[in-house]
């Protein structure tokens, strides 16, 4: 709790109806469920530190929104009324203050999300549920920084959120079950399947993602097969939509380092990051959003 400011306290009515969304960070996670939020219907706010920055978000917003209607699967008056639903600020207090859920989709660092929670959690109405999007640090943990950790949970998104089905719902030690509700149908409406998962290291997703990236980058390391022979043997032999190379270009090899380590560190040698992930982040080789990883993302 922040001195001089008050701490949260539950309102009268407990947890109310969503109906406005502030999502925290305008990088590729964040300004892709802003873009989930409004073409649902509902009011979104998207905060970033920097008007720049949410520039830039809201740029790629609209050209998502434009995208679907040039596939024809948007009409262009309902990619108009999503985008009118979605509003930038960098203006913390302003961004959080009526929010009826607050998405938090900072990057992957503990001490980072500490700090938002931090600031946050005292600037908040007494409903607000406050989730975030970590795809492996504990929300019990983070739980433990705000006032009322029952209406804490996390609501772990896939990349790219507008496409990706699945929103997975870790539930802390102390998430109550009307948060549970109420943030399943936002990812309902929002047109995602849900599945339930127990706070533990990596959750569901990113513990079998990672083991399997993880040990594709080892083969690679040691010279079985080339990185494409290695994504088409579980494309094509297990059926995998995208083989585990290729998605770590995606996600990030430096978010997939970080995720390995703290695996590491909570549930033992395991989940060791290779040599040549590291080697490959140290050259900031990070896939796509920097041009090369394993493969070649540049134009």
């Not at 399997?212 to 390391?221: C, D, H, K, N, S």
């Amino acid at each position: 709790m922040v001195a001089g400011l008050p701490g949260r306290v539950p309102g009268n009515g407990g947890i109310v109806a969503i109906q406005r969304i502030t999502v925290l960070g305008a990088g590729t996670m964040g300004r892709g469920i802003a873009y989930l939020g409004g073409l649902s219907g509902y009011e979104t706010c998207l905060y970033d530190l920097t008007d720049h920055i949410l520039h830039d978000a809201m740029s790629l917003i609209e050209a998502t929104f434009a995208k679907s209607v040039e596939k024809k699967k948007l009409e262009a008056s309902d990619a108009h009324k999503g985008v009118s639903r979605i509003f930038a600020t960098s203006d913390l207090e302003a961004a959080v203050r009526e929010a009826d859920l607050v998405i938090e989709a900072a990057p992957e660092d503990p001490e980072l999300k500490k700090e938002i929670y931090a600031q946050i959690d005292v600037l908040t109405p007494g409903h607000t549920i406050l989730a975030s999007n970590t795809s492996s640090i504990s929300i019990s943990e983070l739980a433990k920084l705000v006032e009322i950790p029952a209406q804490f949970v996390g609501m772990h998104f896939f990349n790219p959120p507008h496409v990706m089905k699945l929103v997975e719902i870790v539930l802390g030690d102390e998430t109550s079950a009307a948060t549970t509700a109420a943030v399943r149908e936002v990812a309902e409406r929002m047109g995602k399947e849900t599945i339930l998962v127990k706070d533990s290291p990596g959750f569901a997703t990113s513990r079998l993602g990672v083991a399997i990236g993880l040990e594709a980058i080892r083969m690679f390391e040691e010279g079985v097969a080339s990185a494409s022979d290695i994504d088409k043997a579980m494309v094509l032999g297990y059926n995998h939509p995208m083989g585990p190379l290729r998605l770590t270009d995606l996600v990030g090899l430096d978010v997939r380092l970080g995720i390995a380590e703290y695996l590491t560190a909570t549930l033992g040698p395991r989940f060791e990051p290779p040599k040549l992930l590291r080697e490959m982040v140290e050259r900031n080789q990070l896939g796509k959003k920097t041009g090369k990883g394993f493969y070649d993302w540049e134009p």
